[in-house]
């Protein structure tokens, strides 16, 4: 193929996102960049829809709504169909069912690209770029002969230890042991040892580890990975997935970040005034993702540290799902006196706002905002490096503790309020639920608010995320590289 001809082609991508908020966001962000650095790539994104009992779906359309009304060139959007029946929800199997809900759309990915490659005029297809939990699809780009990449929304070091478990299970036949809560093991990506009570608990099953084995093997048969991450921030893990030949190449992308805010309401005029007249650094942001709430016992100690803490603060409450929507995501409360000790909304009318839903990229942008009590969500922990804003970990569910352990332990980028704490309910119903005190919030709150050397170490982060992705910097070149291998693929 000649320059002329390479000049007029255009390679088409097609991105199939995980039905998560936080996983389209991400995914789009990369798409943008795509399309952004090379005007030969056009993207159709395959949107799956979320079980109708999941309670998420709203907040996806919602979202991809707004996108689709923005017009973003060369990115086109197709929600593909459900089935009328879908697999039966089994509460003792959430990954099967997971799994079968995402296999059940690939009819409709093979119908989507048979199309797409049968309209006249139409580019090459270069490549499948699929979430890191819809990995069954790398079967379908097989049938059309159309190389994988998966994009891994989370980090470098949680993608080693997921292949190295899955090294240990299937190559060494080790039982590998994830749930004795004392252990550590030795992990390459990792450069200290990994406490088994971090592992998510969705391994610490065996339907669940089962199926993370299953992600891994498929992982392998990737032509490549995408990571949401930076050289700078993963020096060690980059490197050691870089020199392991048994893994597909891994491109480092990131940090993508939506900084023009995702879905949900801007932020109150009056919380906005409120921040703007309190000093720099001196608010405490309190906020757990969009899947993130306590029940009124653990809202009442949070209360109690905040106002005992005496450190001005911005709280994101949310009402927890209702028994008649378990599987439903957090909602805003017409009046959160419901749930806060008698009196605090008026002990700390001049201290602290308590919202709802809050706008996290507006308030970690914010000159007020000096701490971020995070759950620990690797998009969020991305934004607050982004932002020069140091965290206090408080993990929820998913991978976010070992986020937490690679932030606190690992990095030093972060102080530690429970980093084991773990809301899974759904992979271990039988499991206590652990209310974190309020002397153990208020202790991380003090921490977080007076250690000047993370402090320190998060600003200079902060400069090293944003070298990254700037021409010339490590993420902008692998990028660059990637892009030329989907070029290639169509040459």
Same mark, same amino acid.
């Given at each position: 193929?000649?320059?002329?001809?390479?000049?007029?082609?255009?390679?088409?991508?097609?991105?199939? $996102?995980?039905?998560?908020?936080?996983?389209?966001? !991400?995914?789009?962000?990369?798409?943008?960049?795509?399309?952004?650095? /090379?005007?030969?790539?056009?993207?159709?994104?395959?949107? =799956?829809?979320?079980?109708?009992?999941?309670?998420?779906?709203?907040?996806?359309? &919602?979202?991809?709504?707004?996108?689709?009304?923005?017009?973003?060139?060369?990115?086109?959007?197709?929600?593909?169909?459900?089935?009328?029946?879908?697999?039966?929800?089994?509460?003792?199997? $959430?990954?099967?069912?997971?799994?079968?809900?995402?296999?059940?759309?690939?009819?409709?990915?093979?119908?989507?690209?048979? @199309?797409?490659?049968?309209?006249?005029?139409?580019?090459?297809?270069?490549?499948?770029?699929?979430?890191?939990?819809?990995?069954?699809?790398? /079967?379908?780009?097989?049938?059309?002969? =159309?190389?994988?990449?998966?994009?891994?929304?989370?980090?470098?070091?949680?993608?080693?230890?997921?292949?190295?478990?899955?090294?240990?299970?299937?190559?060494?036949?080790?039982?590998?042991?994830?749930?004795?809560?004392?252990?550590?093991?030795?992990?390459?990506?990792?450069?200290?040892?990994?406490?088994?009570?971090?592992?998510?608990?969705?391994?610490?099953?065996?339907?669940?580890?089962?199926?993370?084995?299953?992600?891994?093997?498929?992982?392998?048969?990737?032509?490549?990975?995408?990571?949401?991450?930076?050289?700078?921030?993963?020096?060690?893990?980059?490197?050691?997935? !870089?020199?392991?030949?048994?893994?597909?190449?891994?491109?480092?992308?990131?940090?993508?970040?939506?900084?023009?805010?995702?879905?949900?309401?801007?932020? @109150?005029? @009056?919380?906005?005034?409120?921040?703007?007249?309190?000093?720099?650094?001196?608010?405490?942001?309190?906020?757990?993702?969009?899947?993130?709430?306590?029940?009124?016992?653990?809202?009442?100690?949070?209360?109690?540290?905040?106002?005992?803490?005496?450190?001005?603060?911005?709280?994101?409450?949310?009402? $927890?799902?209702?028994?008649?929507?378990?599987?439903?995501?957090?909602?805003?409360?017409?009046?959160?006196?419901?749930?806060?000790?008698?009196?605090?909304?008026?002990?700390?009318?001049?201290?602290?706002?308590?919202?709802?839903?809050?706008?996290?990229?507006?308030?970690?942008?914010?000159?007020? =905002?000096?701490?971020?009590?995070?759950?620990?969500?690797?998009?969020?922990?991305?934004?607050?490096?982004?932002?020069?804003? $140091?965290?206090?970990?408080?993990?929820?569910?998913?991978?976010?503790?070992?986020?937490?352990?690679?932030?606190?332990?690992?990095?030093?980028?972060?102080?530690?309020?429970?980093?084991?704490?773990?809301?899974?309910?759904?992979?271990?119903?039988?499991?206590?639920?652990?209310?974190? &005190?309020?002397?153990?919030?208020?202790?991380?709150?003090?921490?977080?608010?007076?250690?000047?050397?993370?402090?320190?170490?998060?600003?200079?982060?902060?400069?090293?995320?944003?070298?990254?992705?700037?021409?010339?910097?490590?993420?902008?070149?692998?990028?660059?590289?990637?892009?030329?291998?989907?070029?290639?693929?169509?040459?």
């Amino acid at each position: 193929m000649n320059q002329k001809e390479m000049a007029n082609t255009v390679a088409e991508l097609v991105f199939i $996102p995980a039905p998560g908020v936080g996983h389209i966001m !991400s995914t789009i962000e990369i798409a943008k960049l795509l399309v952004n650095r /090379d005007q030969q790539l056009s993207i159709t994104v395959l949107v =799956i829809k979320p079980p109708p009992s999941s309670g998420s779906g709203s907040a996806i359309t &919602t979202y991809i709504d707004s996108l689709a009304n923005k017009s973003i060139d060369r990115i086109c959007f197709i929600e593909l169909p459900q089935d009328e029946n879908l697999p039966i929800r089994d509460p003792k199997a $959430p990954t099967t069912f997971f799994n079968e809900f995402i296999n059940s759309h690939c009819k409709y990915v093979r119908n989507v690209v048979t @199309d797409m490659m049968s309209q006249p005029g139409s580019g090459r297809v270069a490549g499948f770029v699929i979430d890191m939990f819809c990995t069954a699809m790398i /079967d379908v780009a097989n049938e059309f002969n =159309i190389p994988t990449y998966v994009f891994f929304t989370s980090n470098a070091a949680f993608l080693g230890f997921k292949l190295y478990i899955q090294t240990l299970c299937d190559d060494q036949n080790k039982d590998v042991e994830l749930s004795n809560s004392d252990a550590t093991i030795p992990v390459p990506s990792f450069v200290k040892p990994v406490p088994t009570k971090v592992i998510p608990s969705i391994m610490q099953a065996r339907e669940g580890l089962d199926f993370a084995l299953w992600v891994a093997r498929k992982l392998r048969k990737a032509k490549a990975i995408m990571v949401n991450t930076f050289l700078e921030l993963e020096t060690h893990a980059v490197e050691s997935l !870089s020199s392991d030949s048994s893994i597909p190449p891994v491109y480092m992308v990131g940090p993508l970040l939506n900084l023009e805010g995702g879905a949900g309401k801007p932020l @109150d005029d @009056d919380v906005l005034q409120w921040l703007d007249s309190q000093p720099p650094s001196s608010v405490v942001f309190l906020c757990f993702g969009s899947m993130g709430s306590f029940e009124k016992v653990q809202v009442s100690e949070i209360a109690h540290a905040l106002e005992r803490s005496g450190h001005r603060f911005v709280w994101s409450l949310r009402r $927890p799902p209702t028994k008649e929507t378990p599987t439903g995501n957090p909602s805003d409360y017409e009046d959160p006196r419901v749930v806060l000790p008698e009196g605090f909304l008026e002990r700390t009318a001049g201290i602290g706002k308590v919202i709802g839903w809050a706008p996290q990229v507006t308030l970690l942008a914010h000159h007020a =905002i000096g701490g971020f009590v995070s759950h620990c969500g690797w998009n969020s922990m991305l934004e607050s490096l982004w932002f020069g804003v $140091p965290s206090a970990t408080w993990p929820i569910y998913a991978e976010q503790q070992m986020n937490a352990f690679e932030m606190v332990v690992e990095l030093g980028l972060a102080v530690d309020i429970k980093m084991d704490y773990k809301k899974d309910m759904a992979f271990n119903p039988k499991a206590e639920i652990v209310i974190v &005190t309020a002397d153990e919030i208020e202790d991380g709150i003090q921490r977080l608010m007076a250690d000047d050397t993370i402090r320190t170490k998060v600003k200079e982060m902060s400069e090293k995320s944003r070298a990254a992705v700037m021409e010339g910097g490590s993420s902008y070149a692998s990028v660059g590289r990637l892009i030329q291998d989907f070029i290639r693929n169509i040459s």
